[in-house]
């Protein structure tokens, strides 16, 4: 067993018995119920190490024998759409993150646009080079402002098919390169320093993209950024910045921010990540359950996810103007035997808002306001249920009680007559 399995097992309480074992999983915007299998879960990472290690062995003596260098060869993957799953994985993460480190720093926290020029195929052919300019991007930042950044940030697209990246994080204070110019004995001034960060902002994003033609740099300087300060103040809690996020672009008429370029859906060209986060860590704690307990949480859970009325689009197919006629060659209608082969004259889709079901098979997550209230209160109804149940046992063994005391009597009363019966 791996130390990190380790150490999650000791903490959930784990003893070595095998088999799943309800958890509940405690975050600051997110309450999750599982049944993990630690000894099982480990022994198939063991086995899938070891198929891979094989594989890799084999692969490495065919590519050397055959093929030549395996660096060499070129992906074949490609990416269209922000799939639904990295969707739901995104807004668990963000639930889950601790955002301390952002709150002691005590500045505001607005949400930040970086855009692209408009000839934007020039300097960002394909995902890889977004990123490396948000990796420049991090770094002037950490040098202009003498703290790293620290935060959040999403990929999407416009409808033009231009990248735009979206930043959740500290706004700095003061000029850009102050600290710097306090701090070092031989200062170097760098692009941008002196001044303040909505202005830095522009310039160094335009300097880090660094568009050849000077006609689109110089729109890109006027127009390349945003910071959005009221934005940024609306998150108040894990669940209103997960949901933010998860929606921003996600809705009928702005889907087309979370649509590939054409330009980027070729092999080794795809975005990579949508989503991601920096400086931040998860703040999670897990307890074990007794199975009984983990189906009334579950049940609690669904109910209380039923209660927040949330509704998912989905199209249905509806089928209009009756059925088409099956007909023999000789022009009569074939009987049982040819309804079969009845198809609709007519089919029309409409779209439709259906309620998300949430932890359907005993397992999932819900994304709250304040994920240690909600655990709070899943814990008082489980001690309300545990004394309902003993309050329920101890009537139960009194009025057990209580008939065997009358059974006891009617036995003795029955002994008298019959005695003196006898007599």
Known sequence: MSAAAGQFARRAGWDGREGPRPVLVIAPGVVSLGWPDVARREQTAERAQEAARKRASELGGYLAEYVGDPAETEPTRTVQVWSAKSRARMTRVLAELDYAPLLRMGLRLPMTTLTYPGDWLVVAPTGKAVKKHMDVFFKRFGRAWGFEWLGIWKLEFQRRGAPHVHLWGPQPEGPAGEFRQMTQVRYRPAVGDGLPYAQWLSVVWAD????????????????????????????????????????????????????????????????????????????????????????????????????????????????????????????????????????????????????????????????????????????RALERRVQDAA???????????????????????????????LV
Request: hydrophobic share 35%.
């Open 208 to 379: 880090v993209v660094g568009h050849p033609d000077p006609e689109q740099k110089r729109r890109h300087v006027r127009a390349g950024t945003a910071v959005d300060g009221d934005e940024g103040e609306r998150m108040t809690d894990p669940k209103r910045l997960a949901i933010y996020f998860t929606k921003h672009g996600s809705y009928g008429a702005k889907e087309y921010q979370n649509q590939v370029p054409p330009e980027w859906q070729q092999p080794g060209a795809g975005p990579g990540r949508f989503w991601g986060y920096k400086g931040l860590e998860k703040a999670t704690a897990g307890v074990e359950l007794a199975p009984a307990d983990a189906v009334f949480v579950a049940r609690t859970m669904r109910r209380l996810a039923r209660s927040q009325g949330v509704t998912r689009q989905v199209t249905v197919r509806r089928t209009a103007g009756g059925y088409a006629r099956a007909v023999t060659d000789d022009g009569t209608l074939g009987g049982l035997a040819g309804a079969q082969y009845l198809t609709p004259t007519r089919t029309r889709y409409r779209k439709v808002r259906r309620p998300v079901v949430r932890l359907a098979s005993g397992a999932g997550f819900l994304c709250v306001n304040d994920g240690p209230a909600l655990a709070a209160g899943l814990a």
């Open 391 to 421: 309050s329920a046992r101890r009537s139960a063994e009194g009025a057990e009680a209580k008939l065997a005391r009358l059974r006891a009597a009617a036995d003795k009363r029955r002994n008298e007559r019959d005695w003196n019966n």
